[in-house]
């Protein structure tokens, strides 16, 4: 008997599939190139971004002038040095709370389990907005203090959300026999629970790393004291206000000052590569945790 294969099994059209790479080429260039351009930007002499006009996709030759300039000590370093550690305490504090709050909902016959889930869906929908946090934050006396960037953000209902889901998924016979054996609920977390959401934890954690390093509308609000900035705002302050950066190169005790394309670049590569750095670490874990929830059986 003859095999007939569907339609949708059939061999490919030679066209569609070119027509695919190209706009799967285009798509890379689009992400690949800009990358390229602010990095070689970032480590050009004045005279080949003015014979190029502007950003340099291929520089002639190689200066690490506007590095030196940016990380000598000055406005950007200690920036640099904020976002980090608000990046590395907010991240750590937020997991921590996410995995407490998620656990907690996630075992029917725990205290006000039924309130504190309605509360924390509620949160999903409703927004107190911006006047309202400012007031708030205001009157706790976190005004212009580092405690103003990871408090009000501390918890993602949504991320919750997903961890709970992920704790419910968990046989509920794994958790009893854990009883069984005298473990309480803390030792249940650790050794059982926390093991098995490696994924979804180091997805989750990611999340908060990527909102609080890219943060800095709370910055601008809460924050007065510019030696207090992080690195999004100072960012902000020299590239998209255009405030010229001469204070980093006297302080570097440069010769001859580096272009200020050059270093508003820098500045730019210096706001993105640590979460670059980051991300490989957590690739592995990251496909399997976007998929939790998603696929029942």
Request: aromatic content about 8%; charged content about 10%; glycine content about 8%.
């Amino acid at each position: 008997m003859r095999n007939v294969l569907p339609v949708w099994a059939g061999r490919p059209n030679p066209l569609f599939v070119s027509a695919r790479a190209v706009v799967l080429a285009i798509a890379c260039a689009a992400v690949v190139v800009p990358f390229v351009a602010i990095l070689s930007t970032s480590i050009s002499t004045q005279e080949g971004i003015t014979h190029s006009g502007g950003f340099v996709l291929i520089p002639s030759h190689i200066s690490f002038s506007a590095y030196q300039a940016v990380l000598s000590g000055g406005v950007v370093t200690k920036a640099l040095a904020v976002s980090i550690g608000i990046t590395a305490v907010g991240t750590s504090l937020s997991l921590a709370a996410t995995v407490g709050l998620a656990y907690s909902l996630s075992r029917p016959g725990s205290l006000g389990h039924k309130p504190m889930l309605l509360l924390t869906l509620f949160t999903l929908l409703f927004n107190p907005g911006m006047i309202p946090m400012y007031l708030l934050v205001k009157q706790l006396g976190l005004i212009d203090s580092y405690a103003s960037l990871i408090l009000p953000v501390l918890i993602n209902a949504f991320n919750v959300i997903v961890m709970r889901s992920f704790f419910l998924e968990i046989p509920q016979e794994l958790v009893e026999s854990a009883r069984i054996d005298g473990a309480g609920e803390l030792r249940i977390l650790g050794n059982i629970m926390l093991p098995l959401a490696r994924a979804v934890i180091a997805v989750i954690g990611l999340f908060y790393a990527v909102s609080y390093w890219n943060s800095f509308f709370s910055a601008l609000l809460y924050m007065n004291s510019t030696d207090k900035w992080p690195m999004q705002l100072v960012l902000r302050t020299f590239i998209v206000n255009e405030t010229p950066i001469g204070t980093e190169v006297a302080a570097s005790g440069a010769d001859v000052m580096p272009p200020q394309l050059s270093i508003q670049m820098a500045i730019l590569v210096l706001s993105i590569v640590p979460i670059l750095l980051v991300y490989p670490f957590l690739q592995k874990h990251f496909a399997k945790g976007l998929m939790i929830g998603a696929v029942k059986g």
